[in-house]
């Protein structure tokens, strides 16, 4: 098996283990996060590869997608549900601007490793910080749709 | 195609109470995330296919449709249906609405290129869409059946970003 298929395997593992480590009492939120994230993924995802920005050469369905099924419907969510749920609601305003450069930061690092050695993905017009941008914006659009979802208030649920 | 949209999104905000909003929303992304993967799988088969789409080089499904047009019909049902009724009413909700779609989807097929069947018919068409349905209703039934554990999340909640 090429080094590709061991990362994409990899990946599924690795993402299922964090799910897995989500508290239960916080599941709802994180499966919250994770479908709203799923949202903006897709779309962006197909947009970029539409465009020719990006291409993923290995990828799952090949036949059908040309974007990268495994990171943009299950290893992306499942981080963001991690953001959320561990999100650092009490601590300043600083800590919490770290907090999404952290999280963006080290994605956009593991992208661009991806990137440069190996054929799962292929910048083509396209550069790290964009990656950087994009994620933060995301994450700060997911958060703030989270906190709308679970805010308390007169709506019934049921 | 743009019809789609337009009545989509008309549909979200007539026919679900604003103060359902959030949980018409929840049963859009779930249903969405469902019908992706179910179709994503039937694509790759080559069940069926979409002759014209909106991504014709990123992606060979129709993103109208999956993206947005079901996942909404979706949402209106699960938010108008009245839990407290009978099973048998219930089932037959349950079975106009799905026959309703699967007419619709047939009738996409019969007149317009937005999409083809290869393996499919009809009848696979309406086991499908009760398919997505009921696993989408199930997984939607859970997600909002816990009432207090869903206000303890609430409370961590409360404070803005």
């Known amino acids: ?158 | 195609m743009l019809a789609m949209w337009l009545f989509g999104t008309a549909g979200f905000i007539l026919f679900i109470p604003r103060k359902d909003w959030r949980m018409g929303f929840f049963s859009f992304l779930l249903f969405q995330a469902i019908i992706w993967l179910v179709d994503m799988i039937t694509f790759a088969l080559d069940w069926q296919h979409a002759p014209v789409r909106e991504f014709p080089k990123a992606t060979h499904m129709p993103l109208t449709l999956d993206y947005f047009f079901y996942p909404v019909s979706f949402a209106i049902y699960y938010v108008n249906k009245k839990s407290k009724d009978g099973l048998w009413s219930r089932f037959i909700y349950f079975f106009v609405w799905i026959s309703v779609i699967t007419l619709f989807d047939n009738v996409l097929e019969r007149y317009t290129d937005l999409i083809a069947y290869d393996k499919m018919t009809w009848y696979t068409i309406w086991l499908d869409f009760g398919f997505l349905y009921s696993v989408s209703q199930v997984c939607c039934n859970w997600y909002f059946k816990d009432r207090d554990s869903f206000q303890t999340e609430q409370r961590w909640e409360t404070h803005e970003n």
């Open chain 1, 1 to 158: 098996m090429r080094i590709e298929w061991w990362i994409i395997l990899f990946v599924y593992v690795a993402a299922t283990g964090v799910l897995l480590f989500i508290p239960k009492n916080r599941i709802h939120l994180a499966i919250f996060a994770l479908l709203c994230k799923q949202l903006f993924t897709f779309f962006i995802g197909l947009v970029v590869v539409e465009l020719g920005l990006i291409e993923y050469p290995i990828r799952c369905f090949p036949s059908v997608n040309r974007t990268s099924f495994v990171y943009e419907y299950y290893a992306y969510p499942v981080v963001c549900a991690a953001f959320n749920v561990w999100y650092p609601n009490d601590s300043s305003p600083l800590y919490r601007f770290g907090y999404y450069v952290g999280f963006s930061s080290v994605l956009t690092l593991g992208e661009v490793i991806i990137e440069k050695y190996t054929l799962l993905l292929n910048y083509i017009h396209w550069e790290w910080y964009i990656t950087w941008v994009s994620l933060f914006i995301t994450f700060y659009i997911v958060r703030l749709l989270c906190v709308w979802f679970f805010k308390k208030g007169k709506v019934s649920y049921m």
